[in-house]
């Protein structure tokens, strides 16, 4: 599958953004998806995950309550809303997707088979 990231841009303290991830082919649903970030110097940060049918989702404690997964299936795209941006949320976000992926693995990059080329996202104070 292949992934194409998209919405990021620069943003004030406070505001919000919206980032999407569409994928190719007919498969996206068999496929739980994530969302990480990475900033320079430091790794691939998990951000956000959910599976396969939308039910679960799961979220980073530092961003728990300013972001929201969701996913369409039906356009192949899975999103992701972020809301009290702060500085610190500052970073290159990627999605990533895997056809398995246990609950305890989810935050693990290394879990994922395919990625999205990133979008930045910035911050401003």
């Known amino acids: 599958v292949q992934l194409q990231a998209s919405g990021g841009g620069l943003v004030q303290a406070g505001g919000s953004l919206r980032l999407s991830c569409a994928a190719s082919g007919r498969t996206f649903s068999t496929y739980a998806m994530a969302w990480f970030r990475q900033t320079p110097g430091k790794e691939r940060e998990f951000v956000s995950g959910?599976?396969?049918?939308?039910?679960?989702?799961y979220y980073a404690d530092s961003v728990k309550g300013r972001f929201t997964i969701s996913r369409d299936n039906a356009k192949n795209t899975v999103y992701l809303q972020m809301n009290s941006l702060k500085p610190e949320d500052t970073a290159v976000y990627y999605c990533?997707?895997?056809?398995?992926?246990?609950?305890?693995?989810?935050?693990?990059?290394?879990?994922?088979?395919?990625w999205g080329q990133g979008t930045q996202v910035t911050v401003s104070s």
């Open positions: 959910i599976r396969q049918s939308g039910s679960n989702t």
């Open positions: 990533a997707a895997t056809p398995y992926v246990i609950i305890s693995a989810m935050t693990k990059s290394s879990s994922y088979n395919y």
